[in-house]
């Protein structure tokens, strides 16, 4: 039976048994939306060839580079751009709405523009600021956990906009035309989420030149900031307008 979501899950989690495709589909199940799981990992390449019907594919965050040579990445890549492609219309025909979360709008960025994600100076975790382009007043509180980034080059594709951005990370969202939004932040979750995925990913935080106290003094700063409807907004409104 046709699902209105897609949920394309990546190899990420936000803590010991709890990733984010879990997060993502409470937030659309909330909103009236059935929703579909395909495992990237194991299931990308067959999906090249045979995609499920939907309303719209929203990528999860993980934690496998664009850069990796491994077959479902290279497959993903490819599933992305045909993707992407039949969002904003062949023959003036729309398809599916797409959305990626952190590597999520990595691999957006990648399929429009190889060569597209860099590393940072160092991990970018918490919950941060951002700025919306163009708008000096528009700051917002999102929740952030990325080491790798887009190169803001990417605007010189046709049809792409940065929609936030901060000191840190030149794109924190994107768009392509009307119906592919990326953002390099989470926005399905909540502070209580991002004080576990801390915890969680010490190791890693550390390894990318983070600081985990930090990023927990970070949350507790902003943690009354950070807009409840985050997720309705930017993904909700985008998939079902």
């Not at 580079?65 to 993707?83: C, P, Q, Y």
């Not at 959305?99 to 597209?116: D, F, H, K, M």
């Not at 995925?197 to 990023?215: K, P, R």
């Not at 507790?220 to 409840?228: A, K, R």
């Amino acid at each position: 039976m046709p699902v209105d979501v897609q949920i394309c899950v990546a190899d990420g989690l936000i803590y010991d048994s709890l990733d984010y495709a879990d997060r993502i589909e409470q937030r659309l199940t909330r909103a009236g939306l059935s929703c579909g799981r395909l495992n990237l990992v194991t299931e990308a390449a067959d999906l090249t060839a045979r995609r499920p019907p939907a309303l719209a594919y929203v990528f999860t965050g993980g934690q496998t580079s664009v850069h990796s040579d491994a077959a479902w990445m290279r497959a993903t890549i490819k599933l992305m751009g045909e993707l992407v492609a039949d969002a904003n219309g062949r023959d003036g025909d729309t398809g599916p709405a797409v959305v990626g979360v952190c590597l999520g709008s990595q691999l957006i960025a990648e399929a429009l523009r190889p060569g597209s994600i860099i590393d940072t100076a160092g991990i970018e975790v918490g919950l941060t600021e951002v700025n919306r382009v163009g708008d000096h007043q528009g700051i917002g509180v999102v929740p952030s956990f990325h080491y790798q980034a887009i190169n803001p080059q990417i605007e010189e594709v046709d049809g792409v906009r940065i929609e936030y951005r901060n000191e840190h990370t030149s794109v924190q969202a994107l768009s392509y035309g009307e119906r592919v939004f990326g953002c390099q932040f989470h926005p399905e979750l909540t502070p209580d989420d991002v004080r576990q995925l801390i915890d969680f990913n010490e190791d890693v935080i550390s390894c990318w030149h983070g600081d985990a106290a930090a990023a927990h003094r970070s949350v507790e700063q902003y943690q009354d900031e950070l807009p409840e409807d985050l997720f309705e907004r930017l993904v909700i409104d985008r998939i079902t307008r």
